[in-house]
């Protein structure tokens, strides 16, 4: 079957350190990989996605690149702020499921200033 | 503006009282799903629907169900609720496409408690 296993958490951080939270996957198929966001008391807001092998997305400072090799999605930002604090949960969805999402069990991520 | 809505936000219920969290979408998209999320595991999916008319079983179907006779609209209903039940709910839409490419959007959740 398909599953998600992200790095254990919680992860707490300085303003402007370096993040990695770290993706690995178990897919059938060729999966769509996906980094979404839930700040505190909101839904999930998709963060980027990669469609392919050595895609890479990207979006407000974080990349991920899809890496077929290692199975792997890591997320990583140079530098972050207070406002990056959240939960973050990385995903994937294979052809097969449609347009399931089949989820990782979340990071949270707390930036002190 | 563009958006998932589900009613109500907080629930507290006592077991076996039947009760059903709505949601709806103003984007016209053909696919919506139900979602919990518990701590440690993510979000798992509970039913998902293709279209109008169509609907399946996600991962953990259990003890729910759901219908879908307008396209906006995907109630989840729950019977008869049972403690096990207490989670966060999330209801998401989007457009069917290719490997599930295409990006879900999330309404703001249901936090649901079963005494």
């Known amino acids: 079957g398909n599953s998600v296993t992200q790095m254990e958490g919680p992860v707490t951080l300085s303003e402007e350190a370096f993040l990695t939270i770290n993706c690995t996957y178990t897919a059938t198929g060729y999966p769509s990989l996906f980094w979404y966001v839930q700040y505190p008391g909101e839904g999930l807001q998709l963060l980027l996605k990669a469609t392919k092998a050595d895609d890479k997305g990207s979006n407000k400072g974080f990349e991920a690149t899809y890496r077929k090799e290692t199975t792997s999605f890591h997320l990583e930002k140079g530098s972050v702020q207070v406002s990056d604090s959240a939960v973050y949960f990385c995903?994937?969805?294979?052809?097969?499921?449609?347009?399931?999402?089949?989820f990782g069990e979340g990071t949270q991520l707390t930036v002190n200033p | 503006e563009a958006q998932v809505t589900q009613n109500p936000r907080y629930l507290i219920t006592v077991t076996g009282k039947k009760l059903t969290v709505t949601c709806s979408q103003n984007m016209n998209h053909e696919y919506m799903s139900w979602y919990r999320q518990d701590p440690g595991l993510g979000l798992r999916q509970i039913y998902y629907?293709?279209?109008?008319?169509?609907?399946d079983k996600g991962d953990v179907p259990e003890g729910y169900k759901v219908s879908r006779k307008e396209k906006r609209n995907f109630p989840l209903i729950l019977e008869s609720p049972s403690p096990n039940q207490t989670s966060l709910y999330f209801c998401?839409?989007?457009?069917?496409?290719?490997?599930?490419?295409?990006?879900?959007?999330f309404g703001p959740g249901t936090r649901l408690t079963v005494l």
């Open positions: 998401a839409s989007s457009y069917p496409g290719l490997a599930g490419r295409n990006e879900q959007f």
């Open positions: 629907s293709m279209n109008v008319e169509v609907t």
């Open positions: 995903a994937l969805s294979v052809e097969t499921s449609g347009s399931r999402l089949t």
